[in-house]
């Protein structure tokens, strides 16, 4: 027997919800481009989602708790999605693996097991975007 475990299938609703991000951040790339602040890449993005009747908070604050020492603001998400996915909002030259990593530590911390990338400076949006599952 297998000492390795096994995850449950990401849900089918979480995955049409990804859709449905992927699909507002090519709206706001379409309409924008390249080439703007990462500020109002994510305004622009929760107001798309928003205008499809999703729910999505932005900014979050989670407090981190390392053996004792509590830490009011461990760290910041950019948006949640349906309480479900972490999105990272990025307007860079290119994607490092650091902000892989960093979103990774996000989805471990928080207990989300879909995570999206988003790179809104990249030329085309599809090569801008990386999903990421725990």
């Known amino acids: 027997?297998?000492?390795?475990l096994k995850k449950d299938p990401i849900p089918d609703?979480?995955?049409?919800?990804?859709?449905?991000i992927v699909d507002a951040a090519f709206i706001?790339?379409?309409t924008f481009g390249p080439g703007l602040l990462e500020s109002i890449y994510e305004e622009c993005l929760i107001h798309e989602l928003k205008?499809?009747?999703i729910k999505v908070q932005s900014q979050i604050n989670v407090p981190l708790d390392f053996k004792g020492l509590y830490?009011?603001?461990g760290l910041i998400l950019d948006v949640l999605v349906e309480g479900q996915v972490i999105v990272e909002v990025k307007s860079v030259k290119e994607l490092h693996p650091v902000?892989?990593?960093q979103l990774l530590t996000y989805m471990k911390i928080t207990g989300k097991r879909v995570?999206?990338?988003?790179?809104?400076?990249?030329p085309l949006i599809k090569n801008g975007i990386k999903r990421m599952v725990l």
Do not use: C, D, P
């Not at 027997?1 to 390795?4: A, E, I, K, L, T």
């Not at 609703?13 to 449905?20: D, F, H, S, V």
């Open 28 to 30: 706001v790339h379409t």
């Open 51 to 53: 205008l499809r009747g």
């Open 99 to 101: 902000y892989e990593q």
């Open 71 to 73: 830490i009011e603001r």
């Open 13 to 20: 609703e979480i995955n049409k919800l990804t859709g449905q």
């Open 115 to 122: 995570g999206l990338l988003i790179n809104f400076n990249a």
């Open 1 to 4: 027997m297998s000492n390795v």
